[in-house]
């Protein structure tokens, strides 16, 4: 279906006769009896268009015009015209003025010798047939990246059921430990006392299923979401770990308004900028985390808010910055997939954000800053291509002020 081409021509056997040549040069095609019929079979799939002049009024090239206009990106359906044979004057000149809206236009002035014809329109097949395997790799890798996502994903479950199962570990040996000085309570004070840490800790152990549960029942659909609040959640996940390594977080967060954005989305990267930088640092540092009201830098009419995660850990090599973003690039080959910052990016795409890292990898001032600007309303004045690489972070973070 995809080869086949679609004829028009409605005065006398002009159809029949070019389909019958198309078919012994071995072209399949379909006569059709009107313009209307022949948008309809485009549907199904088709190689090039072939139309007689005559059967193009302006009210059937705007209709076509308007169905060209909707192709998607990798389509651009070959039309072959006959015209008839005239003088070069004003009024052929005003006929392929009315045809220009029909795109990739190709006139063939009748009588049109055979050879001629059948060179053409092989020709604009396999232009077409280029077309089609462009859409096929479209797809493909659309496919690929939407497995890429899902498994990264499942990579993030894995490191926060790890984290989680620590962060439920400690208050419930304090609930069981607190149960067992109750049943050896000499006076109801104490019993109350001790009941009263074991309330806090079971409450403790409530907040971190909720944030949970919130990270994977949240609505696909962009909404307004407060970024401090997401943050926030996502340390709540990663107490423990961060407890444990003593690294101390250290938050700046300003009264910000809300943006559009879908939240669970922005929770993932997030949780992946916090996990790399605690990857990063090991043992004994800081973590800072900044989130303001800001204007994109290259774009100053862009109002939206500012996300800085900065790590005073090992730093990443300026060979790898290069390719940070793309899939399976990582600085943890034993334990990293190599697709939590391609992810991280895409999402920042998504919501027509930017992401930049700036990075020392050299002791004593060693250290990593990932600073994300989402806009307030992504739909509106979104840049075509944001940035997506290492540039200046303009926040000052500690630990690399002398970087």
């Not at 159809?15 to 078919?23: M, R, S």
């Not at 774009?299 to 800085?308: A, D, E, K, Q, Y």
Request: net charge neutral.
């Amino acid at each position: 279906m995809m080869t086949r081409t679609l004829v028009v021509a409605p005065v006398g056997q002009d159809g029949p006769l070019i389909c019958n040549l198309l078919t012994k040069s071995g072209i399949r095609c379909m006569v059709l009896p009107s313009s209307a019929a022949t948008r309809v079979e485009l549907a199904a799939g088709a190689g090039a268009v072939i139309l007689a002049e005559e059967a193009l009024n302006p009210a059937e090239i705007a209709a076509w015009a308007a169905e060209i206009a909707v192709q998607p990106s990798w389509s651009d359906l070959p039309i072959i015209v006959l015209t008839v044979r005239g003088a070069v004057d004003r009024e052929n000149q005003r006929r392929l003025l009315q045809l220009q809206p029909l795109g990739n236009l190709v006139l063939l002035e009748r009588p049109v010798r055979p050879e001629t014809f059948i060179s053409t329109v092989r020709a604009a097949l396999r232009a077409r047939y280029r077309q089609y395997q462009m859409r096929d790799y479209l797809i493909e890798r659309h496919l690929a990246e939407e497995a890429l996502r899902k498994s990264e994903k499942l990579a993030v479950t894995g490191r926060l059921a790890a984290s989680i199962s620590h962060e439920i570990n400690n208050p419930l040996a304090s609930v069981t430990n607190l149960l067992y000085l109750i049943s050896r309570s000499a006076s109801l004070e104490e019993s109350r006392a001790y009941s009263e840490i074991a309330a806090r800790e079971l409450a403790r152990v409530s907040e971190i299923v909720t944030q949970t549960l919130r990270f994977y029942r949240e609505s696909s659909k962009p909404r307004a979401v407060h970024v401090t609040q997401i943050v926030n959640s996502a340390l709540v996940l990663y107490q423990a770990r961060l407890t444990a390594a003593s690294i101390l977080v250290e938050r700046e967060f300003e009264e910000c308004l809300p943006i559009i954005a879908v939240a669970g989305e922005l929770r993932q990267m997030i949780l992946n900028l916090i996990a790399n930088a605690a990857d990063a640092i090991g043992e004994s540092g800081t973590l800072r985390i900044r989130v303001a009201d800001a204007h994109e830098h290259s774009n100053g009419s862009r109002p939206g808010i500012r996300l800085t995660i900065a790590d005073s850990g090992s730093g990443i090599e300026a060979e790898v910055r290069k390719t940070l973003f793309e899939p399976f690039v990582t600085t943890k080959p034993d334990t990293g997939t190599g697709l939590g910052l391609w992810v991280s990016s895409e999402i920042v795409r998504k919501h027509h954000g930017t992401i930049q890292v700036k990075s020392r990898a050299q002791a004593p001032f060693s250290g990593t800053v990932f600073s994300v600007f989402l806009p307030s309303n992504p739909s509106e004045h979104a840049p075509n291509d944001p940035p997506l690489a290492e540039e200046p972070v303009r926040e000052p973070v500690p630990s690399l002020t002398s970087a």
